[in-house]
């Protein structure tokens, strides 16, 4: 077996990259922090913070064509909304950014949709990238 392709979430990490430096804010990338609930390591994309405040939890999925990163977005609100309940005194917030334009629910999922479906899904914020990188690069994460 294969590994599998990341290069397009390595591109889109290095999207986001300048616009959180821009911002004023210091960053890590490819970090574990801690695990999923199903047990395996929860890597997390990007930690960004600035000086003296919580660290803020970056998760980036990338949807080029159809395919199923669209399927991956409700674990990944699980996932990061666990982390953000047990370690409330480590995180101050976390983004799921999604990026490309092969979506066929990023609407849905950035209109706040998943709440309904979803008891914790409102802790995190799910964006586009265009939006994510305007916030970053002012400082307004």
């Known amino acids: 077996m294969s590994p599998r392709d990341t290069r397009t979430g390595i591109v889109l990490e ?3 990259l300048p ?13 574990v922090i801690g695990n999923r609930p199903n047990g395996r390591k929860h890597k997390i994309d990007v930690i960004a913070s600035k000086e003296g ?4 939890l970056i998760s980036l999925k990338w949807q080029q064509v159809g395919g199923t990163a669209e399927q991956k977005v409700p674990f990944e609100v699980i996932c990061l909304a666990e982390e953000l309940i ?9 983004y799921l950014v999604l ?38 690069n002012r400082g307004l994460l």
């Open 14 to 16: 290095k999207m986001i």
């Open 19 to 31: 616009a959180l430096e821009q911002g004023g804010y210091k960053f890590e990338t490819q970090k």
């Open 53 to 56: 405040e919580k660290e803020i």
């Open 86 to 94: 047990n370690h409330s005194d480590k995180y101050k917030a976390a």
């Open 99 to 136: 990026g490309g334009n092969g979506w066929t629910l990023r609407d849905y999922y950035v209109s706040g949709n998943l709440d309904k479906h979803l008891r914790n899904s409102h802790l995190i914020n799910i964006l586009t990238l265009e939006t994510f990188i305007s916030k970053s």
